[in-house]
């Protein structure tokens, strides 16, 4: 009997599923889980008052992120980054410290350090956990209590999701990239397309996109509700994981597991529940004008009017342009604003800043424009230096931190003030985010220096 | 966990669509690991930023400060996986959750937590918000756990609604989701040897110990 056709999710999926409960939902094992500080004093401090022994302590690694200052000369610390470090030794969990070679955002470390692997699970409490998802590891981001559970138990409790493929096609132009393509899924299919979903991203887009676009691509997806996000592991894939000397040394569980890797990806009739295309040779630069990642605009493109937008979004418009400053029919070019943010977990890598720094071309951020660039990684910050970016930024006027979630989150204080705009590469536009009243426009690492350069939001195309 | 019976409370309705956990506890809130969670419940919607209390926002006053039932829209909870949110919800008091939909991520933290999310057809919803807003004081309503139902100040039917059958149970015995899965730790222990056995690439540490 030939077996039945399988996705991508499904192969790894069934690997995986430890048991059924009796409600349908599944116990999935978690091959690796990379805590991050910010959830580690409540988790730990429930989870060792239960007396629960910590199954796989050698599955499992601490990342401090969130909570780091990342301002050059600031003490590295915060309550949260002392509690990790005291529960790391308590139950000798590896911890990625704060001033170690391998620091920096915890989705970014999971790529570099080799934790996400492609074929394996991983659970992170952090949303954004899919990103990894861009190298085959099946990546499911979880709460505080879900991150006890997995301690206890090292599995997850987890109805299995629907499976949705997304063909993105045609090459990107100029000017565009991962991001661009990100936002304007979104805008297509809403901020809720996703959920309920596990979505695989194929097609000759993602064929040509470097690992770091298509960890952008994944990154994004949680901000269309889906529950995860892979795409299935190619050559580019295995030649990062040998030019990081990742893989094992011992030859037969290599050969095993080129086996296993080999097998990873969707059977040509697997079934998907739900099919979206999306040609993306048409894409131009995007920015965001509202409150939640779906309210996009190409840079080209006005606002909409309120009668071009669906009846049951209109209400959340009225509310979002009201919140941002805007009216209806605006357009975004020639808008001032007063700061920039190129990091986070979305927009943060090597390439990320290669494109930001490569932009500048001796010219300076405006003079009313605070910009800050924050590698998303030591290894990363590294190799920008090495390339000279740092002193390219620097001499543009732009600050040049340590890796950390910084602006994107907030939770170390790197907030802009209050009702400032801010152009930035993180993954949220939510109102307050990053900082109280301040008005943020997600776009691409491009589109963010040019804006820092010419002191307004403007199309990056015209820089080049 | 405390077990959660029939619940009876007035009832605050915040009915905004895509409540992102952001709105719910802002993550200035989050820096501080002693910080008051109930206090910083939508905190940019309950105070100005000098800390002066906004009076009409529905949890200011002082008729729905002791709600343990908040009634919200479509998508509530969605964004940032943060537990924090459903905290914040518990430390100002709510017990029970209805709405229209809410995020997966958000909808599981519930569940682990003792709080009850219910999710109501949209037909349902309009008529407990009718309900509520029926008379100019504050209304109670009860939801019964364990009937599924939900009544008015009179005890009489409102609507009735769904949820698992072993988040119900889970709910009713306020059971922990992590003693329920240890009752199977041998599957898990036979899928670490097998895993050892077939992918042991699996199991290889991230830490040599």
């Excluded at chain 1, 390339?387 to 340590?402: Q, Y």
């Excluded at chain 2, 719910?24 to 008051?36: G, H, M, R, T």
């Amino acid at each position: 009997m030939s077996k039945s056709p399988k996705t991508l999710f499904e192969k790894i999926w069934d690997l995986h599923s430890v048991g059924k409960r009796q409600d349908g939902r599944h116990l999935l094992y978690i091959d690796r889980h990379i805590i991050h500080e910010l959830h580690v004093p409540h988790a730990f401090a429930k989870f060792s008052s239960s007396a629960r022994p910590l199954r796989r302590k050698d599955l499992t690694a601490i990342v401090q992120d969130h909570t780091v200052p990342t301002r050059p000369g600031l003490e590295l610390t915060s309550e949260h980054i002392r509690q990790a470090r005291r529960y790391a030794t308590q139950y000798g969990i590896r911890l990625i410290e704060v001033d170690s070679l391998e620091h920096g955002i915890v989705h970014i470390v999971s790529a570099e350090q080799g934790f996400a692997m492609p074929g394996f699970t991983l659970a992170c409490p952090d949303s954004h956990a899919s990103t990894v998802g861009a190298l085959g590891c099946l990546s499911f981001g979880c709460g505080t209590s879900e991150l006890e559970h997995i301690l206890a138990t090292q599995t997850i409790v987890i109805e299995k999701p629907k499976q949705m493929l997304v063909r993105l096609n045609g090459a990107m132009r100029i000017g565009v990239g991962a991001k661009d393509v990100a936002l304007h899924l979104i805008r297509t299919l809403g901020v809720n397309a996703g959920r309920g979903y596990a979505v695989e991203f194929s097609g000759s887009c993602v064929s040509l996109m470097t690992l770091e676009e298509r960890m952008t691509l994944c990154n994004m997806s949680i901000e269309w509700g889906c529950r995860t996000s892979i795409i299935a592991p190619d050559q580019k894939v295995y030649d990062w994981y040998v030019a990081k000397n990742l893989l094992t040394e011992n030859a037969s569980e290599l050969q095993s597991m080129k086996e296993y890797w080999s097998e990873l990806q969707s059977d040509s009739d697997a079934t998907f529940d739900l099919v979206h295309e999306l040609d993306c040779s048409m894409i131009v630069p995007q920015i965001t004008w509202g409150t939640d990642p779906s309210q996009v605009v190409s840079i080209s493109e006005s606002i909409p009017t309120l009668d071009q937008i669906d009846t049951p979004l209109r209400v959340q418009a009225i509310k979002a342009l009201d919140y941002m400053g805007l009216s209806e029919g605006q357009s975004l070019v020639g808008l001032s604003i007063d700061r920039v943010f190129i990091g986070s977990c979305s927009n943060s890598r090597i390439d990320d800043l290669r494109a930001a720094a490569h932009l500048i071309k001796g010219r300076q951020v405006a003079s009313h424009v605070k910009a800050i660039v924050v590698p998303g990684s030591a290894s990363i910050k590294r190799q920008a230096e090495s390339e000279g970016l740092d002193d390219l930024f620097i001499s543009a006027g732009f600050e040049w931190h340590n890796p950390g979630c910084s602006m994107c989150a907030g939770a170390n204080g790197e907030v802009a003030l209050a009702g400032e705009r801010c152009v930035s590469t993180s993954n949220r536009n939510y109102e307050n985010r990053q900082g109280r009243s301040v008005k943020t426009h997600l776009a691409s690492p491009l589109m963010a220096t040019a804006a820092a350069l010419q002191g307004q939001i403007c199309d990056v195309r015209d820089l080049f | 966990m405390k077990k959660f019976n029939t619940l009876t409370s007035v009832v605050a309705s915040i009915l905004d669509n895509d409540l992102n956990t952001d709105q719910i506890i802002p993550s200035v809130y989050l820096k501080d690991v002693n910080a008051d969670l109930g206090f910083g419940l939508f905190a940019y919607l309950r105070r100005t930023p000098d800390g002066q209390s906004i009076s009409d926002f529905v949890l200011e006053k002082p008729e729905f400060a002791r709600s343990k039932i908040l009634l919200v829209g479509d998508n509530f909870g969605c964004g940032s996986s943060r537990e924090h949110a459903v905290w914040a919800l518990q430390e100002f008091g709510f017990d029970c959750l209805i709405g229209l939909s809410f995020a997966d991520l958000f909808m599981e933290n519930c569940y682990k937590n003792g709080i009850l999310p219910i999710t109501l057809s949209s037909n349902d919803h309009h008529g407990l918000y009718k309900y509520i807003c029926s008379d100019a004081v504050p209304v109670s309503i009860s939801v019964d756990l364990e009937g599924c139902v939900i009544t008015d100040a009179n005890e009489i039917e409102i609507c009735r609604f769904h949820i698992p059958q072993t988040q119900r149970m889970m709910l009713l015995e306020g059971l922990d989701d992590i003693g329920l899965t240890l009752k199977d730790e041998s599957l898990i222990n036979n899928w670490e040897k097998e895993a050892l056995h077939k992918h042991s690439f699996f199991q290889s540490p991230i830490h040599p110990l």
